[in-house]
C-alpha cells in the first residue's frame, strides 16, 4: 500500500491476465543457494563495519541492501529498519528496500490475484495498476473497485513460505557477526520468536482481523487513519484495502513545525495505547509502512501495514506501571525494581551482574514518563547514557528479557526514530497520564481488579463457507469490546435488522466476566460464524 515517490500511471484497461495455469516467475533463491546469500550478507555488514565512511563503505552498503532486495522475506525486513540510519543519507543504500521495484511481472502478479481470488480482475477492478510495489513478503498493487473507490491489492510472492523458513535455519549466521551471544542466551528461543511473527505475516486473513481491530482501536481518533478492508477482494495470499496517500518520512520530516508536533504525539499516543490500554501493538514501524498527511483535515498519521501485530501479556504490562509508579514515587529500591522486572519476564539470573545498577537504569529508562511538559528525545541520550552506566554488561540486560521483547524494543526504537526525524518536544508524560492504570499495581500482580474466577483469556473466531475454514482467529479476551469489528458487515446488518446486536453481545461477555464457552454462533446459506472464548 506505500505510496510511490513519484504517481504512477494507473491502467485503464487491465493488461490480458495469463490463464490461472501460467507459470510464475522463477523464485527467489532457496535451499543452501538462500543460505550461502545469507552468509554473504553477513560477510559483508562485517566488512562495513570495519569501513569506517566514505565512498568503500557506501559501495559496501549498496551491495548489501541489493542482496537484502532479491531475498525478499527476513533479510529485506532486517533492511527496511536500516532504512532509519540513511534519513540524512542524499544518497540512501536501503530506503528503496522500503518501496521498491516489484519482483513479479504484471502478467504473473494478475494470475496470482485471480488464482487467489477465484474470478477474473474485470469482475473485481475496474482499474489495476500493471506496476507494482514490492514489500518483504509480496508486493502491492493500486488499483480501483468497481464502485470508484482507489484500493491497495496485496499479493504474495509465491514460495515466500519457503523461503522463510530457510532464513530462520540461517538466523544464526546472519547475526554472528553482532557478537558471542551464545553463552548463556538462549538464541533457539528468539528464532522461535522471529519465526512464529514471520508465519503469521504470512496469514492474510489474520492481517485483514488485525487491521479490523486497529480500526477499531482507533475509532474517534481524529489524527489517525486507517485502510478499510474489502473482503470481496482478499483471500489466501491476496489482501485488498482502501488506499491512503499520504507523504513518507522523509518527506513529512520537513512539514510545518505544528504538523511536525501533531505526528510525533500521534506516535506516541498510539504507542502507549498499544501497550497499556489495547495490550496490542503495531510493531513493524520501518518508513514504508506510515503515511503523514497535512489538510483540512488537520494533521494525521495513516498506518498501512498490520501483518505484525503483536498481543503484549498482562503482566508484562502492569509489571511496567508498576516500575514507573515506583520511580515516581522514589519507592524504587533495588529489591522491588527486581520485582518489577521480574513480573515482565525478565531472567533475574541474568540480571545478577547488574546488581547496585538496576534503580538508575530505571530511571533513565522513566525519563520520558516523568518529564513535565515537553520532553526532547534529543536531550536524552538513551544509548550513550546506558553504555556509562552499564559498561560491558550493556548487552546483559537486553538479553536477559524475554524473546518476545524483541518486537518491543523494536517498536519502542522505531518511535524514537520517528521522532528524531521530526526533531520536535513531545509531551509523553500527558500520553502517559491518558493510559496509566487508575490503580497503581505492585510489582507481579496485574493492574486493575482481579480477573474473576474461570476467566477465559483467549477469544478465537472462525467462519467457515461451504464446510471450510475462511477466518481463523485468536485474540486476548478484551477484544469481546470490539468483536463487531471483526465480524463481515453483511452479518452485522442482517442481525441488526433481527433486533440482535453484536456489540452488546460482546459487551454482555465482557461484563459477565469473560466466562468460557461459546459467545455468538451464526449459520446462513452456506457460511458459519462462532466465536468463543477459552
Known sequence: MPEPAQPRAVSKTPPRPLPVSAPLPARAPSGLRRSAQMTLVARDLAVARCRGSGPARDRVLGDV????????????????????SELESSDPAFAPLTENAPTLAAGAAFAAIESAL????????????????SASIGQVHRGVLQDGRPVAVKVQYPGIAECIEWDLKALGWITAPVGDLS??????????????????ELDYAREAAALQQFRAWTRGWPTVVTPELIPACSR????????????PLSRARNAPRADRVAFASTLVRLLLHGLFRWRGIHADPHPGNFRFLSGPDGPRVGVLDFGCMQEIGPDWASGLASLLDAVEQRSDTEAE???????????????????????????????????????????????ERLGTLLGEHRMTFRTAGPPSLIFILRAFQGLLQYLKAFDVPVRWRDAWKEVRPRVP?????????????????????????????????????????????????????????RGLSVSEIGARALRAGCPAGEVFLDRHDAREIRVWLE
Open 441 to 497: 499495581s505492585k510489582p507481579g500482580l496485574r493492574a486493575g481488579p482481579a480477573a474473576a474466577p474461570g476467566a477465559a483469556r483467549r477469544l478465537h473466531v472462525r467462519i467457515l463457507e461451504h464446510g471450510l475454514p475462511r477466518v481463523e482467529l485468536t485474540l486476548p479476551s478484551s477484544a469481546l469490546g470490539s468483536v463487531a469489528e471483526l465480524m463481515p458487515t453483511d452479518v452485522v446488518a442482517r442481525l441488526d435488522r
Open 118 to 133: 477465484g474470478a477474473p480482475i474485470a469482475s473485481r477492478f475496474r482499474e489495476l495498476a500493471p506496476e507494482g510495489i
Open 236 to 247: 489466501g495470499s491476496v489482501l485488498t484495502m482502501t488506499w491512503l496517500d499520504g507523504l
Open 337 to 383: 525494581v527486581l520485582a518489577g522486572f521480574r513480573s515482565m519476564g525478565f531472567d533475574t539470573d541474568r540480571l545478577s551482574p547488574l546488581a547496585g545498577k538496576l534503580v538508575e537504569l530505571l530511571r533513565v529508562l522513566a525519563e520520558p514518563f516523568l518529564t513535565e511538559g515537553e520532553w526532547q528525545p534529543a536531550t536524552w541520550r538513551l544509548g
Open 183 to 200: 553463552r548463556g542466551f538462549d538464541l533457539a528461543a528468539y528464532r522461535r520468536e522471529i519465526g512464529r511473527s514471520l508465519r503469521e
Open 65 to 84: 541492501a541489493r542482496r537484502l532486495g532479491l531475498l525478499h522475506g527476513l533479510p529485506q525486513k532486517l533492511g527496511q529498519l536500516m532504512a532509519f
